[in-house]
């Protein structure tokens, strides 16, 4: 309720009474509503309050934000108390310090509702999103429009990346992959994995990029570069020549007339036959000889073969008075450097 001071209100009773007295004190009009003394009653101001308007009061804005990857972001007036709380979690709990400022809360179960409380006060609910997963397989093809190309690519949509739409930008850069500064880059939002992308420049070539977005970060953009321009792709532009009509078709040769038998001969010459040699199927012909490549497989083979042995003596010995049918056989690694056997 608005207070109005004691001197405010004793401005307005002497203006109304200045007024009151003026009126009273101005002669009789000849009719009602006509000007008395040069005023007229009936579009003058008697009274007015000249209290300035009160200030309309300060509404309490509250915003509660999915703007941070597993988070939210509160925003409120200074001094007081946030709670966020999701079904089955812990309570988390802030204080404002400055008016304005905001209280992030990270670390929250993506794509769970939380119910946001100020100073005790449900305001209202939010849902932490995810980082969007990449986009992939962007393809883009002209339309057969002069600077308009369509786009298509692939993305994963998942309940806990929240509502997800695509940056679609088209921008100029050089053969080796500079960017340049003009023309300017074209860019749009898209809802879904197409759109009709207008305004290229047909002189220049152009790297594409597709990024999904959501209230809280980008994902990883698909891409794709042109490696020739839309004017070296379609042409100038220029109307097609008119096509030159069809030319005639040319006519069947006309069989020559068959040779006529001289007179006498008693009818057409026999004609004449030669013999011609064909390869069969799978042989070449070469050098009037009929030939055929066959490849050849080998394998190895091995023979077991029983060994023999037989008895000997090794080593020497040595006899005082060897028997007369003992032999002897040189052997260099002996001591005697003979091996006898008996």
């Not at 009009?29 to 309050?49: K, L």
């Not at 670390?107 to 997963?133: E, Q, Y």
């Not at 397989?137 to 057969?144: E, I, P, Q, R």
Request: net charge positive; hydrophobic share 40%.
């Amino acid at each position: 309720m608005w207070r109005t001071s004691t001197r405010a209100w004793l401005a307005r009773i002497v203006m109304a009474t200045i007024a009151v007295v003026g009126i009273a004190g101005a002669p009789a009009a000849a009719a009602a509503g006509e000007p008395v003394s040069g005023v007229s009653i009936a579009s003058s101001i008697i009274a007015q309050d000249i209290i300035p308007a009160p200030m309309a009061p300060v509404m309490l804005v509250v915003a509660a934000d999915a703007d941070t990857s597993s988070g939210l972001t509160v925003r409120c007036s200074r001094g007081k108390p946030v709670a966020v709380q999701a079904r089955g979690e812990k309570t988390r709990t802030a204080m404002v310090s400055a008016a304005g400022a905001p209280v992030v809360f990270t670390g929250l179960t993506v794509g769970k509702s939380c119910t946001v409380s100020i100073d005790r006060t449900r305001i209202r609910t939010a849902t932490p999103v995810a980082t969007p997963s990449p986009g992939w397989g962007l393809t883009v093809s002209t339309t057969g429009t002069a600077g308009v190309v369509a786009h298509a690519w692939q993305h994963q949509m998942t309940r806990p990346q929240g509502t997800v739409t695509y940056r679609v930008t088209a921008t100029p850069v050089t053969p080796d992959g500079r960017v340049l500064t003009s023309p300017e880059t074209v860019a749009a939002t898209a809802p879904g994995t197409a759109w009709i992308l207008e305004g290229l420049d047909r002189s220049v070539r152009y790297a594409f990029s597709v990024a999904p977005v959501n209230s809280a970060a980008s994902g990883a953009a698909t891409t794709a570069v042109m490696s020739r321009t839309l004017g070296d792709i379609l042409g100038t532009g220029k109307a097609p020549a008119t096509p030159s009509p069809p030319a005639a078709p040319t006519p069947a040769p006309v069989p020559e007339p068959e040779p006529v038998a001289p007179s006498g001969s008693g009818g057409p010459a026999a004609p004449s036959t030669r013999t011609i040699y064909v390869c069969p199927a799978g042989y070449a012909d070469t050098g009037n000889v009929c030939t055929r490549a066959i490849a050849y497989t080998f394998h190895s083979e091995t023979v077991t073969q029983p060994y023999t042995f037989h008895s000997g003596v090794v080593g020497s010995h040595v006899f005082t008075h060897p028997p007369t049918h003992c032999g002897y056989l040189p052997n260099p690694t002996s001591p005697t450097g003979l091996d006898i056997y008996c």
